[in-house]
């Protein structure tokens, strides 16, 4: 025997729940092939996610058994552990640590193998003792289950019917999702899936009639799968490498996310291109594993806790005006995030990202697994790459000025507004939000006029839904006060005849192309402009698709007037003429930058606001359905992409157009429009992300918000006129 069985072991061992049922020769018979161990405090027997083979006996001691970090239950003698790997179930679903000094009896698959060929009913009579072992754990959870749900009226049936791409199918409930689908289609893996057009991860349990389609990258929801689950991958590397390690996953650029650093790195500098280097080898290491990605409910109490042990404090207070009892949390090793949508199975298929410096810390390129199914090229994504760490899209000195502002104010994060606004500071935050806006239109008026009339072209554009409108009707008011009297040019009157509109790749016209304005046209009547002439301004006919014949408008610049040009080439170089003094143009560029982190991992990017904006706007005012505005919106931005942030870089001022409480006043609308999606609707699962993505919010009334902000540009009670 090579346990050097004491009396104490074998009391322990005929105690044990599975071998109990056997009597004394074949108790003995198993003692030949049992292996004998002792750990110390704080072992590791087996750990949550490695493979094994080997089953475990408690000779004497404890032991704690946690799972994503929660601790599930503890053991001691005689109670056994590991049975489902010496079963066959490679991969340990659970963490074993030791807490004080044990002793265990080990049975790993190949001691049980040489049971079988020494002594074959012995080995038989123990599986069925531990198949039975089994049975009687799962019966008992199911009385659990039912004890905590409560009596139903109906019992749940036993078989569902699931209808996908392949035909309807009839399963077993419980059954994956990942299960009834297939693993590529078209050389694309199949990462997720739309179950009843809710985006959700493979091994989502299906328990009710349902409609499941695979997604894979090529999809909306294959791409926001694919960039949260790369983000959540660099947290773990980040936590691999140094615990103390602080990155925080910032601005959505097009396919690049901006990465903060902060903490550790011995307390020193930090030296960000060889941090790159690091973390991309970490995240290989973890992509080579095939690391896995996982979710669980959690307790409330119990999700703040493991939030606040990794450090995420502003996480952890937002769970403190959590609707529901239980939330979900995804992890894919230590770091655990709010779940706000589905992660990839396995890390095994993420690949081609790369981590760049940035003036901000560094940068995360997604790979061509998302710039390709765009229909970028390589070297316009490096184009992309260069620029961003260049002039970053959300660096200006307005964004960080207002960062900086929200921080004195102690609002960092949406768990931050959410006591704030349980404070009942509602209305003070808005007031210093607008105050700072007009302090700063009231700067550009000041900047204007200091430059005593040699200032004459104001060129402002920005992106779909950015508060343009509103924004120059106040720098109008703000120029009128310093004594400038504003002169609106339309760039709209200035395209050229239909049939000389330049088409995109699919052969329609592409009235965004800088090519559809007479550019020769404008310059020449900017430059006459600029010298003191009168000039004929064309009017164009949108129906007819053509100039109006005539003479056109007459328009001149007296010396205390400047003309604002609005425009989504109002920033371009080649709209500008190129004898123009640089003292006589400025250009504006006009666009959403700070918004709220949830946690590291998710914030509102800036994309997502406007589209929120745009829906309620849209839907309030336009009677467009927020289904219509949605299904447009993937057109809008491939055109912000090509026309409009190329033009970023030539900007001599930002505005940001944010307001830290504005989601939770577009809540108010957006969620009753958002629910007018239905299921089935192509544009669903974007509607069901957006309602995820603003559900957090304390929901606040606009009975506050003054007839000037931006924000009155989408709600509705502004005091301009459109």
């Known amino acids: 025997m090579r346990l050097g ?18 009597d004394p020769h074949e108790l003995a018979a198993l003692i030949e092939v049992l292996a004998q161990l002792a750990v110390t405090p704080g072992t590791q027997l087996v750990r949550e996610g490695d493979e094994g083979d080997t089953m475990f006996f408690i000779l004497e001691g404890r032991a704690v058994v946690t799972r994503n970090g929660q601790v599930l239950r503890r053991l001691q003698a005689p109670e056994h552990f590991g049975e489902l790997a010496m079963l066959g179930v490679r991969r340990r679903a659970a963490t074993v640590t030791a807490e004080g000094i044990m002793r ?18 012995v080995a038989l009579h123990l599986l069925q003792a531990v198949v039975a072992t089994l049975g009687d754990d799962v019966t008992s959870l199911s009385d659990s289950v039912i004890a905590l749900s409560g009596r139903r009226n109906a019992a749940r049936p036993i078989n569902i019917r699931v209808r996908t791409p392949a035909g309807v199918k009839q399963v077993v409930a419980g059954t994956g999702a990942g299960a009834l689908l297939p ?5 694309r893996p199949v990462i997720a899936a739309l179950l009843d057009s809710r985006p959700t991860m493979l091994d989502t349990p299906l328990v009710s009639d349902a409609v499941l389609e695979p997604v894979v990258v090529a999809d909306l929801a294959g791409r926001d799968c694919l960039r949260r689950s790369l983000g959540l991958l660099l947290l773990e590397a980040g936590h691999a490498i140094d615990p103390q390690l602080e990155l925080r996953l910032g601005h959505a650029v097009d396919d690049l996310r901006v990465v903060t650093v902060a903490g550790s790195e ?8 060889g941090l790159c280097r690091r973390l991309e080898r970490a995240m290989q290491r973890m992509v ?27 996480a952890a207070l937002l769970l403190r005006t959590a609707r529901s009892p239980v939330v979900a949390l995804q992890t894919c090793g230590q770091v655990h995030a709010s ?36 229909g970028i090229d390589a070297a316009a994504h490096q184009a992309e790459v260069e620029r961003e760490q260049r002039c970053p899209r959300f660096g200006a000195p307005m964004v960080r000025a207002h960062r900086e502002l929200l921080a004195t104010m102690g609002v960092a994060s949406v768990g931050d507004f959410n006591e704030l606004c349980v404070r009942g500071e509602v209305a003070r935050l808005i007031r210093v939000s607008e105050g700072f806006h007009e302090k700063r239109i009231g700067q550009i008026a000041d900047e204007i006029a200091g430059r005593g009339g040699a200032l004459r072209i104001i060129g402002i554009a920005g992106p779909s839904s950015s508060g343009k409108t509103t924004f120059i009707k106040r720098l109008s008011v703000q120029l009128e006060v310093a004594g400038i009297s504003p002169v609106n040019l339309s760039l709209d009157d200035y395209y050229v005849d239909r049939e000389r509109s330049p088409r995109d790749e699919a052969g329609e016209h592409d009235f965004e192309a800088l090519e559809a304005l007479d550019l020769a046209l404008l310059r020449s009547q900017l430059q006459a402009l600029v010298a003191g002439e009168t000039v004929a301004t064309p009017r164009y006919d949108f129906k007819a698709g053509c100039r109006v014949p005539g003479p056109g408008v007459p328009l001149s610049l007296q010396p205390h007037q400047v003309l604002l040009i609005e425009g989504i080439h109002a920033l371009a170089d080649a709209l500008w003429p190129a004898e123009l003094a640089p003292q006589a143009g400025m250009r504006i560029f006009v666009h959403p930058s700070t918004t709220l982190p949830i946690d590291r991992l998710t914030s509102t990017s800036s994309a997502d606001l406007r589209l929120l904006r745009r829906i309620v ?17 993937p057109s809008v931005r491939r055109g912000e992409r090509r026309h409009i942030y190329p033009t970023y870089g030539n900007a001599d001022l930002v505005f940001d157009t944010a307001l830290p409480y504005e989601i939770a006043v577009l809540k108010v609308y957006a969620e009753r429009y958002l629910l007018e999606v239905r299921e089935g609707d192509p544009s669903y699962p974007v509607a069901y992300r957006l309602r995820q993505l603003i559900d957090p919010y304390v929901t606040i009334y606009p009975d506050h918000v003054p007839p000037t902000s931006i924000l009155r540009e989408f709600v509705g009670g502004s005091g301009f006129e459109y």
Do not use: C, K, M
């Not at 011995?266 to 291109?273: S, V, Y």
């Not at 080579?288 to 502003?314: M, S």
């Open 266 to 273: 011995l307390a020193g500098p930090i030296d960000n291109a």
């Open 617 to 633: 706007r849209d839907r309030h005012g336009r009677a467009t359905t927020a289904a219509d505005s949605i299904a447009r919106w």
């Open 288 to 314: 080579e594993q095939d690391l896995e990605f996982r979710w669980d409910y959690w307790n409330v109490d119990e999700a703040r806790a493991q939030l606040q042990r990794q450090g995420w404090e502003d």
């Open 5 to 22: 069985v004491t009396q104490e072991d074998l009391d322990a061992l005929s105690r044990n729940a599975i071998l109990g049922s056997l």
């Open 104 to 121: 265990l009896a080990r049975l790993s698959r190949a001691r049980y193998q040489a049971l079988a060929d020494r002594h074959p009913p």
């Open 339 to 374: 779940y706000v949508g589905p992660l990839v199975p396995g890390a095994g298929v993420l690949g081609g990202f790369r981590l760049l410096p940035h003036p901000e810390g560094l940068l995360l390129d997604h790979g061509p697994q998302l710039w390709a199914e765009a």
């Open 183 to 187: 693993a590529q289609i078209e050389g």
